[in-house]
């Protein structure tokens, strides 16, 4: 299980991101560009000393990631998806991708990703921050798999 940040735009998302990933010992990779130096100040104030507990693994576009990650499934969050995260069955290999925050991803991405999940909100409002949407969708990854019996 991992999580994926395409082309992620604020620093602090990707910061408390990275602490995420290190409170569930799971592995963080950045679709650059990002829109900020990874490392900045903002990025290790979010993710304070977590940071070092977790490994952040940077790739120069979308087709780089999928060549080195062809085993995983790429499970992309995203308003326009129709399937319900809790509806789906997680594996093990499974990357939990994020669009950026402004953007989502583009719609050739979009349509290359065969797993595409929402999580249900009041319909009065657009989205959910990309750090509360990952942390909601990837604890019910964890549950399923029953991870959270062996961190």
């Given amino acids: 299980m991992e999580l994926c940040l395409f082309e992620p735009m604020i620093a602090q998302n990707a910061g408390t991101l990275a602490r995420l990933c290190a409170c569930f010992n799971i592995p963080m990779s950045i679709i650059e560009p990002a829109s900020f130096i990874i490392g900045c100040k903002e990025f290790k104030r979010a993710g304070m000393d977590y940071i070092d507990k977790t490994t952040v693994k940077l790739y120069d576009s979308f087709e780089s990631y999928k060549k080195i990650n062809i085993n995983n499934r790429i499970i992309l969050l995203d308003t326009k998806a129709t399937d319900m995260y809790y509806d789906f069955i997680f594996n093990e290999n499974d990357c939990i991708m994020v669009g950026s925050e402004s953007t989502g991803v583009p ?45």
Avoid: G, H, W
């Fill in 107 to 151: 719609d050739t991405i979009y349509n290359t990703c065969q797993y595409k999940l929402k999580i249900p909100m009041n319909k009065n409002t657009r989205s959910l921050n990309v750090a509360i949407s990952a942390a909601i969708v990837l604890s019910e990854a964890l549950r399923q798999l029953n991870y959270f019996s062996v961190i």
